[in-house]
């Protein structure tokens, strides 16, 4: 429920920005699940994710580029409870199949993220679990596909994003999310 609200929030605050850009220029925001979470060979729930882009066509409706803001979160709490999140920006080239407004696209992109697990740890000599959170910068590798469909004058969304993290050992090394949003 949080992500809808917040999809919604999002596309309520930019819609008067979408109403002055430039045709070439889009705006969108989106939020869904994590799919998959990878880290040292442990498999993660699905947990929260939300992104906002700035998309530019330079000349063709075919490619366009992309700046990706996301942010990723989720917990385990098998044994002792374990927050995983990521923040971070990508660039992004995207080759669209569309014929008016509705069709497939794939992307690739570099970007940065913090990375921040929040965990808890015993040893042989204190079995209490203390905190011991990780932190880290890391490049990623972001691999894509999605779908849109125009209504109106709103072009929605669907995209799953593969992200590896390059400097993400010990935290996580790759995510899937599953996002659903709306372009301007």
């Not at 699905?46 to 580029?65: E, K, M, N």
Request: charged residues 15%.
């Amino acid at each position: 429920m949080r992500t809808v609200l917040s999809v919604v929030v999002a596309g309520f605050f930019a819609a008067p920005l979408a109403a002055q850009q430039a045709p070439n220029t889009a705006i969108s925001f989106g939020g869904g699940i994590e799919l998959l979470s990878v880290r040292d060979n442990q498999t993660w729930t699905p947990g929260l994710s939300l992104q906002a882009s700035y998309w530019f066509r330079p000349v063709t409706d075919h490619l366009r580029f992309r700046v990706t803001t996301s942010y990723l979160r989720h917990t385990n709490n098998i044994s002792w409870p374990t927050t995983f999140e990521a923040f971070g920006a990508s660039a992004e080239v995207v080759a669209t199949a569309n014929r008016g407004g509705t069709g497939l696209y794939g992307l690739a992109g570099i970007g940065v993220y913090r990375l921040r697990l929040d965990r808890f740890v015993n040893t042989m000599s204190d079995p209490t679990p203390r905190p011991s959170p990780l932190r880290a910068t890391s490049p990623a590798v972001v691999l894509g596909v999605g779908f849109t469909k125009r209504i109106g004058t709103l072009t929605w969304f669907s995209e799953a994003r593969f992200t590896s993290f390059g400097n993400g050992a010990g935290i996580a090394t790759h995510q899937l999310p599953l996002t659903f949003g709306v372009r301007f």
